[in-house]
């Protein structure tokens, strides 16, 4: 009986962070940085835990409906061949990972090519995913939050405007080749960028993919985001579309792997050298 409530109990644990995940509301995807502390009152019991406490019948009736969900979250969606860290500038490979799915579930939802993916890196939970199988509980792990993708079309100059806030912030980004300075206070800035190897054309009009939490919450860094045109929900999170994308990947025989295909590359000539180590 006791290995039996102590089962229980922690089924019922996984079962609550499951359903606090899935249930955050979207308009509260992530908090600002600055929000103010609540005034919690709370009381701590203390009860030995022995053969003496019997099952709950109403506990073991939840989990049977459940259990089955909490269960989804060890589901094996691909395999990761070499570990996935964050750090740096893009958020290193972990961030080139997450922004990559973006723009390739992005581009299957709208039937077309997208020129760029932006990830904040502040919403990437997780600092490394271990080499190995690669469960729905990573994912849930590394974003949390119910933030759901938006595509705009923003027109090269502003797209060069949004690629510097990218820099200086140093989020995660995919379809960009980026060259950046560091500067004596240990900021970066943007020098020269390209999609793929084309030049950018400042009137020309290019597609985004990010999350509604940047373009509603993001501040006034990310403003030029509300200037795009033709701004779109896609109908589908953030969590989901990067699970999407490494089932995708499986399927087409392709494991997970990092990534760091000099998306970003340090003008160490024109720079001043602060020390950081290069993002893995």
Same mark, same amino acid.
């Given at each position: ?67 089955? &969900? ?11 061949? /070499?570990? !996935? =860290?964050?750090?740096? %500038? +893009?958020? $290193? ?15 299957? &939802? ?11 890196? /502040?919403? !990437? =939970?997780?600092?490394? %995913? +271990?080499? $190995? ?148």
């Amino acid at each position: 009986m006791m290995r039996k409530f102590v089962h229980n109990l922690s089924s019922a644990c996984g079962l609550f962070l499951f359903l606090l995940l899935a249930t955050i509301p979207a308009a509260r995807a992530q908090q600002p940085a600055n929000a103010p502390a609540r005034d919690i009152h709370a009381r701590v019991t203390e009860t030995q835990v022995d053969s003496s406490i019997p099952d709950d019948p109403a506990v073991d009736k939840m989990l049977a409906v459940y259990s089955p &969900k909490v269960h989804e979250l060890d589901v094996i969606i691909g395999k990761l061949k /070499g570990e !996935l =860290r964050k750090g740096g %500038i +893009g958020a $290193g490979s972990l961030g080139n990972f997450v922004a990559d799915g973006m723009r390739a579930e992005a581009g299957l &939802k709208l039937g077309k090519h997208v020129d760029l993916a932006l990830m904040n890196g /502040g919403g !990437l =939970r997780r600092q490394n %995913i +271990g080499e $190995g199988e690669l469960r729905a509980r990573d994912v849930f792990e590394l974003l949390p939050f119910e933030n759901a993708l938006v595509t705009l079309d923003l027109t090269g100059e502003q797209l060069l405007k949004l690629l510097g806030v990218i820099v200086s912030s140093r989020e995660a980004q995919s379809g960009a080749r980026i060259t950046y300075i560091s500067k004596a206070d240990r900021s970066f800035q943007l020098e020269s960028a390209r999609l793929g190897e084309k030049e950018i054309d400042p009137k020309a009009m290019y597609s985004i993919v990010t999350i509604d939490y940047l373009v509603n919450v993001g501040g006034e860094r990310y403003g030029v985001l509300r200037e795009g045109k033709n701004m779109r929900p896609l109908n589908i999170t953030l969590r989901d579309a990067l699970m999407e994308y490494v089932k995708s990947e499986t399927a087409a025989g392709r494991d997970i792997k990092p990534n760091l295909d000099g998306r970003f590359v340090l003008d160490r000539a024109n720079s001043v050298i602060s020390g950081e180590a290069p993002p893995k």
